[in-house]
């Protein structure tokens, strides 16, 4: 999630590794680059219902920062992946459950054929943990398809 400070831009966000942290937006868009040197990064803006809501949201990421990555994808509270912390910055707020911006739903780790995924089976193997099929949870493009966003720029385009 986007924020200024001090006339500065940053991304506040979790990311492996590092965990929460506040990025400068520079460092951000130069992270995922195409072959063409361009950031592959799309700017969505929620819906101006929830003006009032990004302070709030906003603190609830800075009050974590250096909390670690969650590697397993559990909402536990003590690690956060990116979904997760961008959904819990407006699920935590006084906001009624149907409109909170962004859905949950089981996740699945598993092919079109219904079977564990062998990049999942490896990922949970080596972290000796056993893959949360169907555990609740969020991910980019669960929150991508949010009727309460709208997306505004696309950096790889310009």
């Known amino acids: 999630m986007a924020m200024q400070k001090e006339g500065k831009w940053f991304v506040v966000e979790a990311i492996p590794k590092e965990g929460i942290c506040q990025t400068p937006l520079k460092k951000f868009l130069n ?5 063409f040197d361009k950031s592959q990064t799309t700017v969505a803006r929620l819906d101006n219902y929830y003006q009032p809501y990004f302070s709030k949201a906003i603190a609830y990421g800075l009050e974590r920062i250096n909390t670690p990555y969650d590697e397993i994808f ?5 690690s956060y992946y990116c979904s997760e912390l961008v959904y819990k910055m407006f699920s935590t707020q006084d906001l009624p459950k149907d ?6 739903h089981p996740m699945t780790f598993n092919d079109s054929t219904g079977k564990p995924m062998p990049s999942w089976v490896t990922y949970y193997k080596t972290r000796n943990q056993p893959i949360p099929e169907g555990i609740e949870g969020t991910n980019p493009n669960l929150m991508a398809s949010s009727t309460k966003i709208t997306f505004v720029h696309n950096y790889e385009k310009e």
Not at 31 to 35: C, D, Q, V
Not at 99 to 104: D, E, V, W
């Open 31 to 35: 992270r995922n680059k195409n072959k």
């Open 74 to 78: 559990l909402w536990d509270d003590t």
């Open 99 to 104: 409109a909170i911006p962004f859905l949950t």
